[in-house]
């Protein structure tokens, strides 16, 4: 995807149901501000199934946590401060009943 593409969330969207993406890599920070403009982006993503996200902790809020329930999505966040650790993860799926930090 061309990157002035990356940057347009609903080019992203559109990508996502043209290719029927069934596991997609977004930005933690990204993803909830995604939700937070428009919590029903991924509505019309009926190939989704996972998520992953990266680069930072993931606070994982009301619109994102339903998200997860009413899709059944598996939400992977890969999180890890080099200087510490190399990886810590948390896999969240419909089961997920509470707000987790995994970076305290």
């Known amino acids: 995807m061309p990157l002035l593409d990356r940057l347009d969330i609903q080019k992203i969207r559109a990508k996502i149901r043209l290719h029927n993406v069934t596991l997609a890599w977004i930005p933690a ?14 509505d019309a993503c ?10 930072e902790a993931l606070l994982i ?9 009413d899709k059944g999505l598996a ?11 190399v990886i810590t993860a948390l896999a969240v799926d419909k089961s997920f009943n509470g707000i987790t930090l995994i970076c305290t």
């Open 46 to 55: 009926s190939s989704l199934k996972r998520i992953v996200t990266t680069g």
């Open 75 to 85: 939400l992977l966040n890969f999180y890890g401060p080099t200087e510490t650790h």
């Open 29 to 42: 920070r990204l993803l909830n501000a995604v939700l937070d403009v428009d919590s029903g982006y991924f």
């Open 61 to 69: 809020g009301e619109q994102l946590s339903k998200l997860v329930q």
